[in-house]
């Protein structure tokens, strides 16, 4: 799905993407993009400056009220560091800034999707069981002590990762090398961000997320 209100880039974007052989759906605001979204969409190109509903805005609707994990690659001329962790808070999996060449889309596309493709296979009918923290990965959902907690994808995706490997130490930059491989704009302070959410959203069970100083976070149901 490509969404942009300038109907200039909508329609360079999906020339170039069906030739390359995609299937795009095409939408001017992401007012429309939601009414459309469905599970046949398997990633989007969303611009932030809209008129109306901004691209940040719509990522989030799709996270945290449509539980969705489909994958979001913004498109935008703003860069500023503040606006790369908003982005990613959002839930973004990638960033690309604008102007833009459209063989670092395309190239862009294809890692995100062959990405999401590898981590839906590797954590398909799989569940993590780490003391009081029971994570169905297959569902995509978090229990605390039994009972349900939503986690959007990006922080799902690290919380998993570290109760994988309980006791292991993952410091800032692996866990970028390994959750945003093609996204070159993420910075420390992200991880620190989605860390922080995840340990609020642990309740009595934050104790098993831990910084180690220097080194970077683990996690291991010993509090």
Same mark, same amino acid.
């Given at each position: 799905?490509?969404?942009?209100?300038?109907?200039?880039?909508?329609? #360079?974007?999906?020339?170039?993407?069906?030739?390359?052989? @995609?299937?795009?759906?095409?939408?001017?605001?992401?007012?429309?993009?939601?009414?459309?979204?469905?599970?046949?969409?398997?990633? *989007?190109?969303l611009?932030?400056? /809209?008129e109306? /509903?901004?691209?940040?805005?719509?990522? $989030?609707?799709?996270?945290?009220?449509?539980?969705?994990?489909?994958?979001? #690659?913004?498109? !935008?001329?703003?860069?500023?560091?503040?606006?790369?962790? !908003?982005?990613?808070?959002?839930?973004?999996?990638? @960033?690309?800034?604008?102007?833009?060449?459209?063989? $670092?889309?395309?190239?862009?596309?294809?890692? +995100?999707?062959?990405?999401?493709?590898?981590?839906?296979?590797? !954590?398909?009918?799989?569940?993590?069981?780490?003391?009081?923290l029971?994570?169905?990965?297959?569902?995509?959902?978090v @229990?605390?002590?039994? +009972?349900? +907690?939503?986690?959007p994808?990006?922080? /799902?995706?690290?919380?998993?990762?570290?109760?994988?490997?309980?006791g292991? *130490?993952?410091?800032?930059?692996?866990?970028?090398?390994e959750?945003?491989?093609?996204?070159?704009?993420?910075?420390d302070? !992200?991880?620190?961000?989605?860390?922080?959410? #995840?340990?609020?959203?642990?309740? $009595?069970?934050?104790?098993?997320?831990?910084?180690?100083?220097?080194y970077?976070?683990?996690?291991?149901?010993?509090?």
């Amino acid at each position: 799905m490509v969404v942009d209100d300038e109907p200039d880039i909508r329609e #360079i974007l999906q020339f170039n993407l069906e030739n390359a052989g @995609y299937e795009i759906v095409a939408a001017a605001s992401a007012e429309a993009a939601l009414e459309i979204l469905d599970q046949n969409i398997h990633l *989007i190109l969303l611009d932030v400056m /809209m008129e109306g /509903m901004s691209g940040f805005k719509m990522a $989030e609707v799709i996270r945290k009220e449509r539980h969705s994990g489909v994958p979001i #690659i913004f498109l !935008t001329a703003r860069s500023a560091e503040n606006d790369l962790l !908003t982005g990613f808070s959002a839930g973004g999996d990638d @960033y690309i800034g604008k102007p833009f060449s459209i063989n $670092e889309v395309l190239a862009r596309v294809k890692a +995100v999707l062959k990405r999401s493709a590898a981590q839906k296979q590797e !954590t398909e009918q799989k569940e993590i069981r780490l003391g009081r923290l029971r994570i169905d990965v297959s569902r995509k959902m978090v @229990y605390v002590d039994g +009972v349900a +907690v939503v986690f959007p994808k990006k922080e /799902m995706e690290i919380l998993t990762l570290l109760a994988s490997h309980p006791g292991r *130490i993952y410091s800032r930059e692996e866990m970028i090398n390994e959750l945003w491989a093609d996204a070159p704009y993420v910075l420390d302070r !992200t991880v620190d961000v989605h860390i922080a959410r #995840i340990r609020s959203k642990l309740g $009595e069970c934050k104790g098993y997320l831990t910084n180690r100083s220097g080194y970077g976070y683990s996690m291991n149901a010993e509090e």
